[in-house]
């Protein structure tokens, strides 16, 4: 944690929703999907968050306020959801390819929202543009 930089105001997805989704990894083990279908009833959550805006990790920040709380929805929950869902679809080697990849490139760094949609799409484009489509705008 910390290793690798990113903007805390209009990025905070990146590192809040990787430490929330590798918490439920190391409790989950292998069972990850279970965890992913029960905590968030699958799809149903994140139709929640799209009725209100649409691709919601794009600039977090300032489509949330304190007194609806979507800002923690949006930068730790909807965006572990999207680690779970890239987690799932490329299976835990690729995945695990897939961060040793951001390690590797962005150590003692900064990372941008198209540094890690670069890096996704490396590892399998048709796929990750599937997932990443809904989180993002562009």
């Given at each position: ?35 992913f279908s029960d905590s968030y ?97 562009n």
């Amino acid at each position: 944690y910390g290793i690798i930089g990113n903007n805390q105001v209009t990025d905070a997805w990146f590192d809040e929703g990787a430490a929330t989704f590798f918490e439920r990894l190391y409790f989950a083990g292998d069972n990850i999907s279970k965890v992913f279908s029960d905590s968030y009833d699958s799809h149903s959550y994140i139709d929640e968050l799209l009725l209100y805006s649409g691709p919601v990790l794009e600039s977090s920040y300032a489509k949330s306020d304190t007194k609806s709380r979507l800002y923690y929805r949006y930068a730790y929950d909807y965006a572990s959801v999207m680690y779970t869902e890239i987690y799932m679809a490329l299976g835990r080697n690729r995945f695990t390819e897939l961060m040793h990849d951001f390690y590797n490139d962005f150590k003692f760094g900064i990372v941008t929202k198209s540094d890690f949609i670069n890096t996704c799409y490396r590892i399998d484009k048709e796929n990750m543009e599937k997932i990443l489509s809904r989180y993002f705008d562009n």
